[in-house]
C-alpha cells in the first residue's frame, strides 16, 4: 500500500545534468531517513547518498561535490541533482525509504522501481 515512484532519469551528455524525483505515497504516518541507490549494469548495488528527516545528508566519494540530496516532508519527497555528470555514473538508480505506516510500529524498508540514467562520452 505504500509505493515509492522515480521520475526524472533518462539521457545526458558528459558533463550535463539531471535531476530525479522520488514520491512516496499511501498509508504514511512517518519517513525516516531516505536514500538514493544505483546499480551499474553488471555490478552490484551501491548507496550513492541519504538524507536524514531532520536534514542531515551523507554522499558516497563518488559522487561528493556533484549530486545534492533533498527532501521535501510535506510532500514526502526526495529529489537527487546530478551535476557534472561521468559516464561511470550510469546506472539504474533507486529511490529507498523508511517509512512507518502506524504510530508505535516499527518502521519497514521500501524502494521504488528504479530510473535509468545513462551518460554518454
Known amino acids: 500500500q505504500v509505493q515509492l515512484v522515480e521520475s526524472g532519469g533518462g539521457l545526458v551528455q558528459a558533463g550535463g545534468s539531471l535531476t530525479l524525483s522520488c514520491a512516496a505515497s499511501g498509508s504514511i504516518f512517518s519517513v525516516g531517513v531516505m536514500a538514493w541507490y544505483r546499480q551499474p549494469p553488471g555490478k552490484q548495488r551501491e548507496l550513492v547518498a541519504t538524507?536524514?528527516?531532520?536534514?542531515?545528508?551523507d554522499y558516497a566519494d563518488s559522487v561528493k561535490g556533484r549530486y545534492t540530496i533533498s527532501r521535501d516532508n510535506p510532500k514526502n519527497m526526495v529529489y537527487l541533482q546530478m551535476n557534472s555528470l561521468k559516464p561511470e555514473d550510469t546506472a539504474v538508480y533507486y529511490c529507498?525509504?523508511?517509512?512507518?505506516?502506524?504510530?508505535?510500529?516499527?518502521?519497514?524498508?521500501?524502494w521504488g522501481q528504479g530510473t535509468q540514467v545513462t551518460v554518454s562520452s
Open positions: 538524507i536524514g528527516s531532520g536534514g542531515s545528508t
Open positions: 529507498n525509504a523508511l517509512i512507518r505506516r502506524s504510530y508505535g510500529v516499527r518502521p519497514l524498508d521500501y
